[in-house]
Nanobody
Framework: QVQLVESGGGLVQPGGSLRLSCAAS????????MGWYRQAPGKERELVAA???????NYADSVKGRFTISRDNAKNTVYLRMNSLKPEDTAVYYC???????????WGQGTQVAVSS
């Protein structure tokens, strides 16, 4: 089993920034891909960004140029840096891990991001 613990959500004004963190523990050797999903009220969960063990990344079109996913394999942690936040980025953000494809088998508990003035 793999456990994922997220942190870093909160309330921010439009144009602001946040950094989410997701720390993995357990059978981490089984993890190739890690990613961030989000789910807004009344909407389906969507993939925001993903990163492989070797650092290959993929982003949703809606966040390209604003969000950056990174990974520290030594710390078993994945980050999501979110800049130029918009109200439509408001959602619960979930960390996900697994492989060879996402969504993987493991989910974090979710962290709320709210963008509002």
């Amino acid at each position: 089993q793999v456990q994922l613990v997220e942190s870093g959500g909160g309330l921010v004004q439009p144009g602001g920034s946040l950094r989410l963190s997701c720390a993995a523990s357990g059978r981490i050797f089984s993890i190739n891909l890690m990613g961030w999903y989000r789910q807004a009220p009344g909407k389906e969960r969507e993939l925001v960004a993903a990163i492989s063990r070797v650092g290959s990344t993929n982003y949703a079109d809606s966040v390209k140029g604003r969000f950056t996913i990174s990974r520290d394999n030594a710390k078993n942690t994945v980050y999501l840096r979110m800049n130029s936040l918009k109200p439509e980025d408001t959602a619960v953000y979930y960390c996900n891990a697994g492989g060879p494809v996402l969504p993987g088998d493991y989910w974090g508990q979710g962290t709320q991001v709210a963008v509002s003035s």
